[in-house]
């Protein structure tokens, strides 16, 4: 029991106590720290004992389907915190804070991927969110200021609503298991109030998905926040969120909820690309994206519980092209105000390398084929028709087609312009970028290697 | 080595590892990238023909096939492999590719690792397409492709780059992905009725019927009408035409096209049989008025370039009528005639591209007489136009000749209306030609053009050589159309009596 007990808080204290030990040490150091602790923890989740345990009843569950979860926010939030240009650092960021209070809100995320019941995902939302409102608000500027103010009032309006959703639900279920949701569809008496406040649970997490109508704050925080924080919150606080609701949906498994997340989708994907389309900051127009991403992810909850393989595979890439955009945007950013579409221009002849791996990101992230962006978005879509949804998929496919545009005007700016300004000294590139980059350019073509784990894990899906 | 499936991967892969060599060349090698891109070429073209000529025009179905898994949890595979259409437009993207390779040598100076690396990698997706039995792959190379022309347009092409680029670019993919959708509703109903998750194309023979069937073709055909283009989605193509760099004309006239063609053969008609045959004709005729329309805006060009892209329209309309009308020997002349427009018209723009890097210009009015300066040059451009006009002897008559013979006992309004772009092309192409080479040298730029290199030479030759000899003997193609057309047909619903275009007597 105890032996067990370790395999499970293992993972969660190597990330923990190293980013503790961060906030004592030199800024290098400490950058070293909390990479070398989330590292540890990815081996230690993927090459760690068989995992099927639940200490302490459905407050925490350690198996299959919990590893997965982990290794995939484990993985973005490793890649995001390597990426993290120590220049920026320096400039935008206390390299100590950050380095403790990003392994701490992945912690959260863990626990809130683990937990079996409402009050556990409450309160892992709540380690999720803390941190992140003292990231978003780093930089000392106006921008910086707007962000965190911002994302803190709304993202604690959704924090509430969660709560009032789970006092609805308690209150007519008599219950806080996820699990127990199934039984909403069953319930003789107040299942308007059970269906409503399950309903305002997943709301608070829309806002962290970013769904509309809960997607105001988006382009603000992620262009105001320092971009390291960015893409850590566009990656993998995204796909944490995007999981809780899948899961979330799929133990309710209402048809009214399926109406409404038809919706959700629909409205998601055409607010997220037309935004986009007029930006001319880079990080302003990732932002609307990954809005415009969410809403692809609904699209394949069409699918049901069925459906998991595909949002896992879609999220391990979305956030692998994502964080490789972001991290690139924070490595070639010159000035406050972050890179345009005109300080990409003549990228390709300054530094091929970086433009080459740019354009393999984006035209993932457009989801063209034969990059990996293309096989997450097909067997996306292909669970909406399965789900019965043709009508969803026909909206999502033109809403790629209309978000080509401005994903070509940063590849047009990249390759087809030229420089205002002499090329800057060409700067190494991360190691961290190739693998990021070669995974989005081959995954899909090995994509059976993240499905099949995946639809093995299916069973525990509560 | 057999000739297999094996060669046939070789032939599909060669360009795209080529193209990640010739991509990560050192910078101070950047003058290799040229002439390793024609050494690939040449060697990819090797395994081609050996295909070609292996290919036994008697055997029925697929040629060298190969079914491998792939990604399991999707039911999808990797399966390739040839019948004789598919055969004659491999041979034909083979073909070209060392010509538009060599046809670059002096036009382009900029970022020339690149350049190839998109021009061979553009040469694999091409190659994928005709070869793919499986439509995800089918979807993939059709979609992969867009990328490496996307860049030779944007990137190499001429004022209007980058508009001419990004109207390409999304107007192709959004056709495309109603494509995608159609796809994922034919796969899960075909699940839910056999069982099984296949994408295999021969699984999809006559997949839905009544107004399922015509949603869906429908969705098939915007995307491949796109391609074709059939008027009135061909807006894209004067712009990626015109800004194109001479590689990328000769590429996108040459192949590109007849993929959308190639789709309507391969995929929309054999899988939904009832609906081609309601919407054949309305689609035939549309290419019908396609070639009417696009002889006289081509007629009214002041731009050769331009000239020749409305012609593409015209062309391919005929083609299109062809291959509708599910006689067999219109739809092997249509197939037939792709090679012949792949050849005639990639010849022209190499042509126009020729004149162009001499005196940077297009337009007819700056040009006159130049047949005295350069009379090897006007010999050519002679031949190419008269074969562009269907003049009997050399390729384009062969082609033309069958469609209208074949189309007429079915739709004889649509051959007539065919016929007369035929005649109108007459017009506007020896029109473009007086215009350009006969009369006096008014333009004092134009005295002192060279003739004809060496280079040159080696570019046009080959594709003249063919010009003649599918004009003078076209039973060496025709014969492997056979089967493969007779499949179509029976496909299709057709109800015709097996027939051959090869009358050979025993």
């Known amino acids: 029991m105890e032996k067990n007990l370790l395999d499970l808080t293992a993972p969660l204290l190597l990330v923990a106590v190293p980013a503790i030990v961060a906030l004592l040490l030199r800024p290098a150091w400490a950058a070293r720290a909390a990479g070398i602790g989330l590292f540890a923890a990815l081996l230690n989740v993927s090459f760690g004992g068989p995992a099927n345990i639940m200490p302490f009843g459905q407050s925490l569950v350690y198996d299959p389907l919990t590893k997965l979860l982990w290794l995939l926010i484990l993985g973005a939030a490793f890649a995001a915190v390597d990426l993290t240009p120590r220049a920026a650092c320096a400039a935008q960021l206390p390299a100590n804070e950050y380095y403790f209070l990003l392994p701490i809100s992945t912690v959260g995320l863990m626990a809130m991927l683990a937990t079996g019941d409402l009050i556990g995902v409450f309160i892992a939302l709540e380690v999720v969110s803390l941190p992140l409102y003292a990231l978003a608000a780093a930089r000392r500027t106006a921008a910086g200021a707007e962000a965190g103010y911002k994302y803190f009032l709304l993202g604690s309006f959704g924090a509430a609503l969660t709560v009032l959703g789970i006092a609805f639900f308690y209150g007519s279920v008599g219950s806080v298991l996820i699990q127990s949701a199934a039984a909403i569809s069953g319930l003789k008496v107040n299942q308007a109030a059970a269906s409503a406040g399950f309903l305002l649970i997943m709301a608070g997490f829309a806002f962290k998905a970013a769904l ?189 087609a209309v978000s080509l545009y401005y994903y070509l005007s940063i590849i047009t700016a990249i390759y087809a312009g030229k420089a205002d300004t002499p090329a800057a000294p060409r700067a190494g590139t991360p190691a961290m970028l190739w693998l990021l980059g070669s995974f989005v350019l081959l995954g899909g073509l090995a994509a059976d290697f993240f499905l099949l784990p995946a639809a093995n894990a299916l069973p525990f899906l509560p | 080595m057999m000739i297999g499936p094996d060669l046939l991967n070789i032939a599909i892969y060669l360009p795209l590892a080529a193209a990640v060599g010739i991509a990560l060349l050192p910078r101070d090698k950047e003058h290799l990238a040229g002439p390793l891109a024609l050494a690939a070429s040449l060697l990819a073209f090797v395994p081609a023909l050996a295909l070609y000529l292996g290919f036994d025009p008697a055997l029925p179905g697929m040629q060298f096939a190969q079914d491998l898994p792939w990604l399991s949890a999707l039911g999808a595979r990797y399966a390739v492999g040839l019948d004789g259409i598919s055969l004659l437009m491999f041979m034909l993207t083979a073909f070209l590719g060392p010509i538009a390779v060599l046809s670059s040598f002096t036009a382009v100076k ?194 050769i370039k331009k000239l020749v892209a409305y012609s593409s329209v015209a062309h391919l309309g005929i083609v299109m009528v062809g291959a509708l009308v599910l006689e067999p020997a219109a739809v092997g002349g249509a197939v037939l005639q792709m090679v012949n427009h792949g050849l005639s018209t990639g010849a022209l723009f190499l042509c126009v591209g020729m004149l162009y890097e001499r005196r940077h210009t297009r337009l007819m009015a700056d040009y006159g007489g130049i047949a005295k300066v350069m009379p090897a040059f006007a010999a050519v451009f002679m031949i190419v136009t008269l074969s562009s006009i269907g003049l009997p002897g050399l390729n384009g008559f062969i082609g033309e000749f069958l469609i209208l013979f074949g189309s007429f006992k079915v739709w004889p309004c649509l051959a007539l209306i065919s016929l007369g772009g035929v005649i109108l092309s007459a017009v506007y192409m020896l029109g473009m030609y007086q215009k350009v080479f006969f009369g006096p040298v008014t333009n004092p730029a134009n005295k002192e053009l060279p003739d004809l290199k060496v280079r040159e030479w080696l570019c046009v030759l080959p594709l003249l050589a063919l010009i003649v000899w599918i004009g003078v003997y076209p039973n060496f193609f025709l014969k492997r159309l056979d089967t493969a057309v007779n499949d179509y047909i029976r496909l299709a619903g057709g109800q015709r009596p097996p027939f051959s275009l090869v009358q050979e007597g025993k």
Request: hydrophobic share 60%.
């Open chain 1, 212 to 400: 509309v109508p809960f997607h105001m704050w988006v382009p603000d925080v992620y262009e105001g926040a320092p971009t390291p924080v960015s893409a850590f919150m566009a990656s993998a606080v995204k796909a944490g969120a995007v999981l809780i609701l899948f899961r979330l949906f799929a133990a309710a498994d209402l048809p009214l909820y399926y109406k409404i997340f038809w919706w959700a989708a629909a409205l998601t994907m055409a607010a997220g690309n037309i935004a986009a389309l007029p930006q001319a900051g880079v990080k302003r127009m990732l932002a609307y994206s990954s809005v415009a991403h969410a809403g692809y992810l609904l699209t394949g909850f069409m699918g049901g519980k069925a459906a998991f393989p595909a949002v896992y595979f879609y999220l391990a890439v979305y956030a692998a092209a994502t964080i490789g955009a972001f991290s690139l945007v924070a490595i070639l950013e010159k000035h406050e105000k972050g890179v345009t579409l005109a300080d990409l221009r003549g990228l390709a002849a300054a530094d091929p390398a970086k433009a080459a791996l740019m354009a393999v990101f984006v035209l993932s992230l457009a989801g063209i084929p034969p990059l990996a962006g293309f096989f997450g978005k097909f067997w996306l879509f292909a669970q909406a028709v399965r789900g019965g949804s043709p009508g969803l998929v026909v909206i999502a496919v033109l809403a790629s």
């Open chain 2, 110 to 303: 900029e970022h020339r690792r690149f350049y190839y690396a998109s021009l061979l990698a553009l040469q694999t997706g091409m190659l994928g397409v005709f070869a793919a039995l499986d439509l995800l792959i089918f979807y993939v190379f059709w979609e992969a492709m867009l990328i490496p022309m996307y860049f030779l347009i944007g990137i190499w092409g001429g004022k209007r780059r980058i508009y001419a680029s990004v109207k390409f670019f999304i107007y192709t993919m959004a056709g495309s992905l109603l494509m995608l959708a159609a796809i994922l509703w034919l796969y899960f109903d075909h699940q839910s009725r056999t069982g099984i998750y296949t994408f295999a194309l021969s699984a999809y023979g006559n997949a839905a019927a009544g107004g399922t069937g015509m949603l869906l073709f429908l969705a098939f055909a915007l995307a491949f009408a796109i391609k074709v283009p059939l008027w009135p989605f061909h807006t894209w193509l004067p712009d990626a035409h015109v800004e194109a760099p001479t590689a990328g004309s000769i590429i996108l006239a040459g192949v590109l096209l007849k993929m959308g063609v190639y789709g309507f053969i391969r995929i929309a008609v054999p899988f939904f049989p009832e609906a081609a045959m309601t919407a054949g004709w309305p689609i035939a005729a549309l290419g019908a008025f396609g070639v009417i329309y696009g002889s006289l805006t081509a007629w009214a060009q002041d731009d």
